[in-house]
């Protein structure tokens, strides 16, 4: 920390908004945030530096912030003690376990409880006091096939490699636009596209997998325009092609795989000419593709989100990484490598036994810890025993950025306690009978620990606090604490740990030293005691206070992949059952056929400075203020008598929405591009003034009940849609 001037300082911390962490500098006088910018004293994370962390302090100064519980009396909120909310929330709950059993009560997190070191740990150690599996996370919209393929494959849902791009000499890029997204997603690589330009300016080749043309697909090489939902059509294809040339890494197939067999039988069977049909893309294109990707000195595939928003999606994502490993792109200059980090982030994961819970309705099995967020609302309505009659939202906005959020309303409006967690009140949270109010992460510290593993190098950095909360403000892992004390309910579902952590308690209060109540920093310092060492240095905690910038902690290093396998035969299986019965599945099934009267799919794109539905509301990101607009193909548009910049109506079988339509090339012919977390309102508690709001939610239009059966991820970005022109005075429903 360094002064500025008498009053102002400069805090050196890390943005949290999403897996980047770029390293910045806050300015902050009189305990108000006067300006972040970029660290550009960090060695490794502020390269990607945007609007997102630049305007961090509006919502910490929200006009709309709640800043003390509020419990709902009527159609308004009033404010109330925190001892109030957490004896009348631990009464109410306890009320409906003791009548209905522990599954009676439920929880949801979002996006933002991951990048807390705190959040996650406590939430779940308050549902194992609890009892429950009820629990539902928002991975299942768009990231849980990653975590299948990497269990199915590598033994850990969490084994994510990360992309060596300095030395690639082919990037084949399925579903991702790093010229926006940052090459960020389970994984890290601070300034990566315009690392990979770079390369290509030294004549490596960047090709693009997307329906649309993309921000990146324009700086590509080569775009190729595939059919939504058919990238596994595609990258099938070329892995036949590898195989039946001869074109593999003869010696990675034998020996650091298992089920190569299985995985020639699944090829044998697929025909090239019906997977190109079924892609859209010309035989001849996909055959040069595969030759030149496997005969690349290095080369990657990389799958993002676009793979994965599809009943498809899962054997997408598994096809690229079985192209990574049979090309010998594993662990290997210019391919995906594996960083072990300074903590087993693996290891420690593992010792978290799966509960083997199935959902009460459907059956089918958690993944990553979470039941799918389309099932939710069935599971509210549904009576019977496990039912769910309460409710906590975490960091979540489930309406929003789910399926069918009209039906999953409805379904909140019903529980008998709905419990938010959050900075404002969105949509989400217009049922609830409690808000309480969070900690944003400039108020609070961080390590993010378990996802060292996940950068492109050995790094780490303790994420300070720049400013403190609002008094009436705690940080979420104290609220489950809380929660589990007054329910008596062992946190963690461990006896004595509820009476360790008052005794502490009382030790802080006798003593007047706060630090001596148990916190989460307890936790960072023995994460830290137990890190392993990194290109022989072990982490210790006076260095994480000492490098305010944070830490690399050595060059890159590979040859850790194979060792890190969890798969009880440290091998790769490379065609796991469940994934090529699927796989065959798709196969045999015919072509997806255009449904009468929706002739659309509606498709997704990512804005630098938009966040699921996270951010969408505040001006400094967005100062046009123009919210959603929907890309037609122009010869599309034509034929449906659709002009630049009408209003237009989009529907599907379960919803409707309204929105301004504009011309463009970008999205390939019947595809139809609206981008996804718009739509939340932002209400008033206090009922003085009008929701706010910007844009539409596209997901009213996604039916939640088709699902990929492994990933169980709904159809998000490859829903068929109608749309029409909306004539002037005609009555529309509400944008």
């Known amino acids: 920390m360094g002064d500025l001037g008498t009053d102002t300082q400069t805090v050196f911390t890390f943005c949290r908004y999403c897996l980047a962490s770029c390293g910045v500098a806050v300015s902050v006088e009189g305990n108000r945030v006067r300006k972040i910018s970029a660290d550009k004293q960090n060695p490794h994370s502020w390269q990607d530096f945007c609007a997102k962390g630049r305007n961090a302090a509006q919502l910490v100064e929200h006009p709309r912030r709640i800043q003390v519980p509020m419990r709902r009396v009527g159609e308004k909120y009033v404010e109330a003690t925190w001892d109030e909310a ?53 991975g299942s919209v768009d990231q849980n096939a990653l975590h299948v393929v990497a269990e199915a494959m590598y033994g850990s849902s969490i084994m994510v490699p990360v992309s060596d791009i300095d030395n690639c000499d082919y990037f084949l890029l399925v579903g991702a636009n790093p010229a926006v997204s940052a090459w960020n997603w389970v994984e890290t690589v601070p300034g990566g596209w315009q690392r990979a330009l770079a390369r290509q300016k030294q004549g490596a080749k960047i090709v693009v997998v997307d329906p649309l043309r993309t921000e990146s697909a324009d700086k590509a090489d080569v775009h190729l325009a595939v059919k939504p939902g058919q990238d596994w059509a595609l990258l099938l294809a070329m892995v036949k092609i590898i195989l039946d040339e001869g074109l593999e890494h003869r010696e990675d197939c034998a020996q650091l795989t298992t089920g190569m067999p299985e995985l020639r039988d699944l090829v044998a069977a697929a025909d090239l000419d019906d997977l190109a049909a079924r892609c859209g893309l010309p035989r001849v294109q996909i055959e040069a593709t595969a030759r030149e990707f496997a005969t690349a000195m ?119 306690l709905l419990v938010a967690i959050d900075f404002v009140q969105r949509e989400s949270h217009r049922h609830a009978h409690w808000l309480l109010p969070a900690v944003h992460w400039l108020e609070r510290d961080d390590l993010l620990a378990l996802t060292s593993n996940m950068h492109d190098e050995p790094y780490v950095q303790y994420g300070v606090r720049a400013v403190q909360p609002p008094p009436g403000a705690r940080e979420e892992w104290r609220i489950f604490v809380d929660l589990a004390l007054a329910m008596d309910a062992p946190l963690f579902g461990v006896k004595g740990i509820n009476a360790f952590v008052k005794a502490t308690r009382r030790l802080a209060a006798l003593t007047r030293r706060p630090p001596l109540a148990f916190s989460p920093h307890w936790i960072d310092r023995m994460i830290v005691a137990m890190s392993r060492k990194v290109n022989g240095r072990k982490v210790k905690w006076r260095d994480l206070m000492s490098h305010p910038h944070g830490m690399v902690l050595g060059p890159r290093e590979y040859g850790h992949f194979a060792a890190a396998l969890r798969t009880e035969d440290k091998r790769v299986h490379i065609a796991p059952a469940d994934l090529v019965a699927r796989a065959a599945e798709l196969l045999a099934a015919p072509p997806p056929q255009v449904p009468p ?90 009922g003085d003034a009008a929701p706010r709001s910007f844009g539409v939610n596209r997901n009213l239009l996604i039916d939640g009940g088709p699902v990929d059966p492994l990933s169980q991820t709904p159809a998000m970005s490859s829903s068929y849609v109608a749309v029409e022109p909306i004539r002037p005075n005609e009555h529309t429903v509400r944008p």
């Open 86 to 138: 957490i004896s009348d929330i631990a009464a109410r709950m306890t009320a409906l376990i003791d009548a209905d059993g522990p599954d009676a009560v439920a929880a949801y997190y979002g996006n933002p409880a991951g990048y807390s070191s705190s959040n996650l740990i406590f939430m779940n150690g308050w549902l194992d006091a609890v009892g429950t599996q009820n629990r539902y996370a928002v």
């Open 298 to 416: 290095a080369a990657m595939v990389v799958t993002r989100t676009g793979i994965s928003l599809h009943v498809s999606g899962t054997v997408g994502e598994w096809l690229g990484h079985v192209l990574n490993v049979i090309t010998g792109r594993m662990d290997r200059p210019g391919g995906r490598r594996f960083e072990p980090g300074y903590i087993d982030a693996l290891k420690l994961t593992a010792t978290v036994k799966p509960s083997g819970h199935r959902s009460r309705l459907t059956g089918r099995a958690m993944v990553a810890g979470a039941h799918a967020l389309s099932e939710l609302p069935a599971e509210i309505t549904t009576p019977g025993p496990g039912q769910i009659r309460a409710m906590v939202i975490n960091s979540g906005n489930p309406v929003i950025s789910g399926p069918d959020g009209a039906a999953l309303d409805q379904a909140l409006s019903q529980l008998d």
């Open 597 to 686: 009267g929706f002739p659309f799919q509606v498709g997704n794109r990512r804005h630098r400075h938009s966040m699921n539905s996270f951010l969408n509301d505040l001006p400094g990101l967005h100062p046009g203020g123009k919210g959603s607009l929907v890309l037609i193909h122009p010869a599309d548009a034509a034929e449906h008598e659709i002009g630049d910049g009408d209003l237009v109506r989009m529907s599907s079988p379960v919803g409707a929405v309204e929105v301004r339509a504009v011309l463009s090339e970008r999205p390939r012919r019947g595809l139809i591009v609206l981008d996804h977390g718009w739509g939340s309102r932002i209400f008033d508690p206090r």
